[in-house]
């Protein structure tokens, strides 16, 4: 376990990351439920409705959790800088939890506001990851 001491800090990104979106699962379903709605079930898209918000930001981290994952773990694997993948799995993680904040608590517009550059943060410190696994398979 030595090898991948140097990559904790990605790898506890990672793990809060999961960990987050695991805990959001049941509050996502009461809310859900609390309105009547079926499991599975989506509210209606109203931004100022708690329910859709959490909702949406449970779909937000399962859709993300997958990519943060692929590409964090080829780069520890493929022994990428340290350092690059240490900050950019930790801002990723920051933007994550930035982004949940801003919908939960339904801070600025739905589009193109804080959320969105917090999305755009974390998806380039992704596709970053993604590249810097690229450059170390080769």
Known sequence: MEAYAQYSHAIVS?????LIVLFMSPFSAL????KGLAPGATPQQDYSDKAYRLNR?????TETLPAFLAVT?????LG????????LASVALVARV???VIHLRGIGKPNSGLRSMAYVGGWACMVILGLMALVAAF
């Open 73 to 77: 773990v080829a780069a520890i694997l």
């Open 98 to 100: 930035v982004m949940l």
């Open 14 to 18: 990672l793990v809060v990351f999961t």
């Open 31 to 34: 809310a859900k439920a609390g």
């Open 57 to 61: 930001a449970y779909l937000n981290g």
């Open 80 to 87: 990428a800088n340290p350092f690059w993948v240490n900050l």
